[in-house]
């Protein structure tokens, strides 16, 4: 059959006019093999593209679900840290309150969780899903514990003002606010004097200020001393109750007088560098029971 040969009549016209051509057996079987062949390979590469068509809107999917789960680890990420902050400043305030009203600190208390369940950078490279899952669940629970930490301390926050309402006067006596405006150039510690150069302990907070800026009372008290006070310069004592005690040094101006009453906020002189100094400053100290302790211990604002 291959090597037959088959001859194939084309007619032209209704006149008769026709052409032969002649072909092989084994060409029309080659053609014919090769129609097959390209029908099937067609076919193939259908379904190949059906296939990978599927694959790709399968991965497009998947790569949009990971980037949304990253999106929302990285904002959950964020509302836990803001949420974190924002409770030990809740805690440091809490601790200052409890020092200003004689209010023991709460033995339950703990330290509001810290660091966070992980340290992963979620807008940089590939987090793999199961990763993203485990950080997730992770992330949830350690909300709960912050929730837990929140609800006790809204319990402690009751407790101090059930304290306070029954105890305004010794809010009202408790220096709890900046005395003056401006920066702290020396803090309650150890320190090189600037005079002898030898080491010493600063008793107080120096504010640097320009001379001249307002100094304020920081809480409601008696004028016990106004005037020069040695190495002190210029300088205002006020007592506040039978424990507390504040001292303002190196006033360039005085405003109040021996025994005078004074509230929270009332201007009491003017910054200066009067004494031993080195500058226009506020030297603020308090003291309890006659012993210095750090002001920033009382200081609220």
Request: glycine share 8%; proline share 4%.
């Amino acid at each position: 059959m291959l090597f037959r040969k088959y001859h194939i009549v084309v007619f032209k016209d209704k006149q008769g006019s026709c052409k032969k051509f002649q072909l092989h057996g084994w060409v029309i079987a080659t053609l014919f093999l090769l129609t097959i062949s390209m029908a099937a390979g067609n076919v193939i590469l259908w379904k190949k593209y059906a296939q990978h068509s599927r694959v790709e809107q399968g991965l497009n999917i998947a790569e949009k679900t990971v980037q949304e789960q990253k999106t929302q680890l990285l904002s959950l990420s964020q509302k836990i840290s803001s949420l974190q902050k924002n409770l030990s400043r809740i805690r440091d305030f809490d601790s200052k309150l409890r020092v200003m009203i004689n209010l023991d600190q709460d033995g339950s208390q703990t330290a509001a969780p810290k660091g966070g369940p992980a340290n992963e950078n979620f807008s940089k490279g590939y987090l793999p899903l199961y990763r993203q899952e485990l950080l997730a669940r992770k992330m949830h629970e350690f909300l709960r514990q912050l929730n837990v930490e929140a609800r006790l301390e809204e319990v402690r926050q009751q407790e101090i003002m059930h304290t306070l309402r029954n105890n305004q006067s010794i809010l009202e006596a408790t220096p709890s606010i900046w005395p003056t405006s401006g920066w702290v150039t020396s803090g309650f510690a150890w320190r090189t004097s600037p005079f002898t150069g030898k080491r010493e302990f600063h008793k107080g907070i120096d504010i640097s200020a320009p001379r001249g800026t307002p100094i304020y009372a920081p809480a409601r008290g008696t004028v016990t001393y106004s005037g020069r006070d040695g190495s002190y310069g210029l300088s205002i004592r006020l007592k506040h109750n039978t424990s507390l005690a504040t001292r303002f040094a190196h006033l360039h101006r005085i405003a109040v007088k021996s025994g005078q009453v004074v509230t929270r906020g009332e201007l009491i002189g003017y910054v200066g560098s009067t004494g031993r100094s080195t500058g226009p400053h506020l030297h603020y100290e308090v003291r309890l029971n006659g012993v210095p302790v750090n002001p920033k211990r009382y200081i609220l604002n």
